[in-house]
């Protein structure tokens, strides 16, 4: 079965943004679209999208502020901005808040596909990059993913592979911050409130097998996750 990209659209030019929709599908992608920042947050919490497509002028919550948003639940998600402004203030804003690229209205429809597929080829590019870096540098342990040991000169622990899933997690996080959220959909595929106490209980298993290093700390971020800190490094 082929695997359809799902990509999310937020723009409320309500007579724009359906053809948009109407091509993007005709081009074989799964499109959802919504007008403000809100829904388009909420079906961010519930689905995996390849990209998310951003106007930038909306009432209520703009674009950038939707995209930091998507950058702390969502973190390995591209975004596009489309914009009405060619103003390089606001070009530079955008490449500043981690946009991929940016598109100017009014634009070409082929244009826009165009710049869709190169953001995909690179993402899935660096995916596949980031997948064969299985070898991390923990404070005095080195942590191998593959083989999901922790090892130092004296100590060595073989992990579960849901222990070595979320540590991996962690250290591929931006800062060390992993979103529970995030964590719920990457580790057991569902964000279910019952399984936030099993999360609890392997980031505390994480955090014993790392105390022997006081550098090291997993800390709790009240309302949002966790984050793996340490001294030094």
């Known amino acids: 079965m082929i695997d359809t990209p799902k990509i999310l659209l937020v723009d409320d030019d309500r007579s724009l943004s359906p053809m948009v929709k109407e091509y993007l599908e005709a081009k074989e992608f799964s499109c959802s679209l919504h007008h403000n920042a809100y829904d388009a947050l909420e079906d961010l919490k519930k689905n995996n999208f390849k990209l998310c497509i ?20 969502k973190p390995d998600t591209p975004f596009l901005f489309l914009t009405g402004n060619i103003e390089k203030d606001d070009r530079i804003k955008g490449l ?19 710049r869709i597929k190169a ?67 990457q580790i057991w595929d569902d964000e279910h409130s019952f399984r936030e106490r099993s999360l609890n209980v392997y980031v505390s298993k994480l955090r014993s097998y790392l105390k022997s290093d006081p550098n090291i700390e997993i800390l709790n971020i009240h309302g949002t996750g966790y984050r793996l800190l340490i001294s030094g490094q």
């Open 96 to 114: 500043e808040a981690g946009a991929d690229d940016y598109i100017t209205k009014p634009f070409s429809m082929q244009e826009l596909y165009l």
């Open 119 to 185: 953001i995909l080829k690179r993402t899935e590019m660096y995916h596949t990059i980031r997948k064969s870096i299985s070898q991390f540098d923990l404070g005095k342990f080195k942590f191998n993913a593959e083989s999901r040991e922790i090892v130092d000169s004296t100590y060595q622990i073989k992990l579960s592979a849901i222990e070595a899933k979320l540590l991996k997690m962690f250290c591929e996080a931006p800062d060390g911050i992993v979103i529970r959220d995030h964590a719920l959909k």
């Open 54 to 73: 951003l106007d930038i002028k909306m009432p209520l919550k703009n674009g950038f502020q939707l995209a930091e948003e998507i950058k702390i639940l």
